[in-house]
């Protein structure tokens, strides 16, 4: 709800806000505007992933990367790379955002996930900008997070929102991962 988004935004402290962005991950430099709480940033899908990977991980962050352990036929580790976990933000207070998030399949925009076979409890966001150049839907489980971007590298609209472009594929790809 950007109205209350944004009241609570203004009551905290937007440096405080910002300072918060910038230790989940969300970016360095964002500017110093009211409106980057609703999201007015231009922020990549992994760039969303990784402050939501620390709100999904109670607070704790870590470097997101593609590969994590390289092993041969028999299991063996060839290489592996070494995850550095910090607190950024208390588990309280990432547990209260995601079970806010939650409210986005109950009773929010990502409410029809189910039509598209999603039945388990998430957390979730929608985005969409003003322009409706770009669709989005971020939700996540315990077991798994994941990003979908809706768009045209040109900036040419879609005339989608998060709800109706991103979410029908975040809903069946994250049915079908977690079947099982």
């Known amino acids: 709800i950007n109205r209350v988004t944004a009241a609570l935004a203004r009551d905290i402290g937007l440096d405080n806000v910002l ?22 940033m231009e922020v990549s899908p992994l760039g969303v992933a990784q402050a939501f990977t620390t709100l999904a991980g109670q607070g704790s962050r870590s470097r997101l990367f593609s590969i994590r352990d390289v092993v041969d036929a028999e299991g063996r580790v060839l ?10 933000v208390s588990p309280q207070a990432a547990d209260r955002r995601t079970s806010l998030r939650q409210g986005v399949f109950t009773r929010g925009t990502g409410g029809a996930a189910s039509r598209y076979g999603f039945h388990r409890t998430a957390a979730g966001k929608t985005g969409t900008t003003s322009d409706s150049k770009d669709a ?10 994941t990003v979908v971007w809706v768009g045209f590298d040109s900036k040419k609209g879609t005339g989608l929102t998060g709800s109706s472009g ?8 994250m049915a079908q991962a977690l079947e099982g």
């Open 166 to 173: 991103a979410l029908p594929i975040w809903a069946e790809f």
């Open 79 to 88: 290489e592996k790379k070494s995850v550095k976990v910090r607190q950024v």
């Open 19 to 40: 300072a918060t962005a910038e230790a989940i991950g969300l970016g360095e430099d964002l500017p110093p505007y009211p409106a980057v709480v609703l999201g007015s």
């Open 136 to 145: 989005w839907f971020l939700g996540y489980t315990p077991d798994l997070l």
